[in-house]
């Protein structure tokens, strides 16, 4: 079995959260956007869809008897069929079986299939497991959560940011980069050095001016590991986000630590570079490549 | 037991080796001599009307520090700092407006304000036990490591010695008045010694241990656990009907011992001995005594402790910058030195008046204000605020005296002491132990209900540091007894708090049983969801079955239909479900869904409230 890199996978995630983010931040589709890359995609899948045979429509009175059966295996093969059929109506069923409550096994799978439904009406349901005693449950429902886009996620999640379960927090700090929510940036910053480390992907997709400065002062502070989480998505954020003059100062630090993870970091900026970036970000990523000052035009 | 005793020399001081018994026709002899009956006080009543209108210096109001290279010194309250090149083995003594130290076989004697030194001897490898002075010769026993290597000696202040008697028996510590030394020795007897002559003039017969001779303020007193005055009275005192004085007994951490015996030598070390003592001042008044402040002191390492005299109540409490070193009763006020170097003055309600640094960690330390009346203009804050801060500020090693101040705590009326046991559960600091008495102590509480409700407002918080939750089932317990329904939506919204223990959640669940409003039904019809059918142990089954009593008595149709359909569900653990069964069978449960809380108290509770 290939075993990867930590480095990439951390690089990797963080390149999907941006990707994710940066969906979540395109302009309504039309106009201009039809000849950008993304725009075509989400056509092609449209088109995959259209084609794809039609689902049954779900026989929600039969569901419905099946969910308050109070029979944990009739339940459970219920929500197997609302999750498998996708259709959002099934949303409502599920949500109520929340509400009146049940075994774990059955919880587990009823905010599983909330959270492939994603429909956002399904946050107010999942919100109080998100403090449930059990903590496989209370992961869940944060990650249903993100997954719907719920009105009250960010806020759920800010919340759970503040608990005393680890993986809780991790999921919540990057679930709160996913879901762009910029008012848990002050959050964010005060759990960086306290081993939430995901945070600081979340800040690289949410930072603006002053506080992506403020993060790249945590490079040689923290853990270069969970810093280069944070860089990528720096890199490639647009102008109006985060200056290109931070990001050519960013690049140089980078060059002069001189580490393998160091370039490797930036080959893949390199890489991922969006063809509408800036030139001179660009090219500075190159010269510091080859070992040139970023800043210094005459070496 | 071999007992020689040698009066070896009388160097060099002719006059002062002529007999002089003259004025004191009932003198007993040569010193320490084994053959002496006791004359029923009558030897030392002479002498005490001899010397009657005879008074000894007070000592000087200062303060000494001892480091590995100097001595340190600072006349009180404000006097500068001086210093001695050079240290000493055993705890300097102040005598008079001296101080009298020892170090590599020399005692020597400084003057208290300046640091003068006045006169050095040799005293052949001897350390210093105790010394006195009035005013025309300083005396001193000094010793070895080792019992049977005692000497007695009496300086002049021009550094002459003018009698020196060494002893296989061990010397206590001396004093001395009107040119007359008074030694105890053997732990019954004080010999009084005309330094002139050499003669034992009198000798008194103590029915206790008596192993310190002691000047206070100009009186002299004898004795070691308690104190007899050398006064008019001094001849009963072999009948134990002399003016005496003791402190009362009680229990104190590291058992301090207030004077300690006089036979015993303190090395300036590490050494606890140092550092868990007592302090008093005795004061005679008319026919009886009592100690100065009407208080003492008491030193655990970084506590000081003030208590009264009558029955060992703590008057007040102090934590330090570093251990207690040396501490001494005023007329008014005390005085402590701790290993910082810093000399605290305390009035006699024990509030910050000022006093010295010393400039350097110290090993060793002696204050001395018995002459001093120490004034402050600072109001003393209440004794349960003084406990609770210096509970703040102990260290997690200090748990011995952390114990002692909880139970003083617990003694007073004052509602802050809920706040104080409140924070002890907050702090890390403070050992389990501790935190779990407190916590019990807390679900005792009846009054500080405001501090209640503001701690339930806190809850467990990682990015703000806050990493204890709030003592959840203490303060619903008391809450619960003092029927406080203010405090049901705080402890509705700790129940969905999962950064609760298991065990205190149930305690708030039972106290929303008696307490809840219409206002909670969201909280509890929520936890009653998520645990219904997921309760995996018996403190959340008992938590689900006490909330659904609530939602019986406060839901009206919704909450009681919510708990019928709970009890038929098959999903519902097993446990909650015959817990629901109970309840929906109990006659008129449900039936008042807005009244208030019952008044009477909830059995669970006051079972509970046994619990930590």
Known sequence: MAVRNPSTLIIGAALALLATAQA????????????????????????????????????????????????????????????????????????????????VTVLSRAIETLGILGQPSSGAALAPYA?????????????????????????????????????????????????????????????LPKDVAEAAQSLGVLCVADECEKLVGFLGRLRFEVMESAIVPLLLRPQADVSDDLKLRLIERLRRMATQPANQLLQTALAKFPADGSPKVKQGIERALKGYSVTEEGQ | ???????????????????????????????????????????????????????????????????????????????????????????????????????????????SKSGKQLWSIDVEGRKLRGAGDDGTYTVAVVAGDNPGKSRFVAVSRSGDVVRQIDSTIDLGYPAVK???????????????????????????????????????????????????????????ATTNQGTRIGLPARQLPGKPLWLGSGNQLWPVNSSARLKIRMAATPVAEGDSAHFTNHAYLASYFRVVIGLSDQDGSMKFVKSLSGDALGMSAGQHGFGVCDSSGKVSLLTEKGS??????????????????????????????????????????????????????????????DPLVTKILIDLTSSVKIPPDLRSAARKLIATRRTGKEYMLAALERHYDYVSDVLLPPPLGPLSDALAAMNEVSATPLLARH??????????????AVALGKLATPAEYEDLRTFFALYRATADEPSLVNAVVAVAGALLRIGGPGGKTLVERAAQDPLTQVDVKRGLNTLLTQPAAGDAPSAPPPAQKSPNVAQNGKRP
Not at chain 1, 66 to 83: H, M, P
Not at chain 2, 356 to 374: E, Y
Not at chain 2, 495 to 502: G, R, S, V
């Open chain 1, 131 to 191: 403090q449930h005693r059990t903590p496989e449950l209370r992961r869940a429902a944060l990650r249903a959560l993100v997954a719907t886009k719920a009105p009250n996620a960010g806020e759920v999640l800010r919340h759970a940011l503040h608990g005393s379960d680890a993986s809780q927090r991790a999921i919540a700090a990057r679930g709160l980069g996913e879901l762009k929510v910029r008012a848990a940036v002050p959050e964010l910053f005060t759990v």
């Open chain 2, 178 to 236: 009107g040119g007359v030394a008074f030694i105890p020795w053997s732990d019954q007897y004080v010999s009084a010694v005309d330094l002139k002559s050499g003669d034992e003039l009198a000798r008194l017969l103590l029915r206790e241990i008596v192993s310190q001779a002691r000047n206070y303020d100009g009186d002299l007193w004898f004795g070691e656990r308690g104190l007899v005055r050398f006064d008019e009275r001094i001849r009963l």
């Open chain 2, 495 to 508: 129940l969905n708090d999962p950064a609760n223990e298991m065990a205190d959640v149930e305690r708030a």
């Open chain 2, 1 to 111: 037991m071999r007992r020689s005793f040698s009066l070896l020399t009388a160097l060099g001081l002719l006059p002062l080796t002529a007999a002089c018994g003259g004025n004191l026709a009932q003198g007993v002899g040569a010193p320490f001599s084994e053959t002496w009956q006791s004359d029923q006080g009558k030897s030392i009543a002479a002498l005490e009307q001899k010397l009657h209108g005879a008074k000894s210096p007070a000592a000087t109001p200062v303060a000494v520090g001892v480091t590995e290279s100097s001595i340190l010194g600072a006349a009180l309250p404000d006097g500068k700092v001086w210093t001695h090149s050079g240290s000493a083995d055993t705890l300097p003594i102040v005598a008079g407006d001296l101080v009298l130290a020892s170090s590599a076989g020399k005692l020597f004697a400084l003057e």
């Open chain 1, 24 to 103: 979540a931040a395109a302009p309504p589709k039309g106009g201009a956007d039809k000849a950008s890359p993304k725009a075509g995609a989400a056509k092609a899948e449209k088109a995959k869809a259209e084609k794809a045979p039609p689902k049954p429509k779900l026989d929600v009175p039969a569901l419905q008897k099946a969910l308050e059966s109070g029979d944990e295996a009739k339940t459970l093969e219920a929500l197997d069929t609302v999750a498998k059929n996708g259709d959002p109506a099934g949303a409502a069923l599920v949500e109520a079986l929340l509400g009146r409550g049940a075994s």
């Open chain 2, 352 to 413: 910050d008046a000022g006093g010295a640094d010393l400039g350097a960690r110290l090993t060793a330390c002696t204050v001395d204000v018995t002459a001093l009346s120490v004034e402050g203009s600072q109001s003393p804050t209440p004794l349960a605020e003084q406990i609770g801060q210096a509970l703040g500020e102990l260290t997690p090693d200090m748990a011995v005296a952390q114990k002692l101040l909880v139970d003083e705590l617990t003694k007073l009326d």
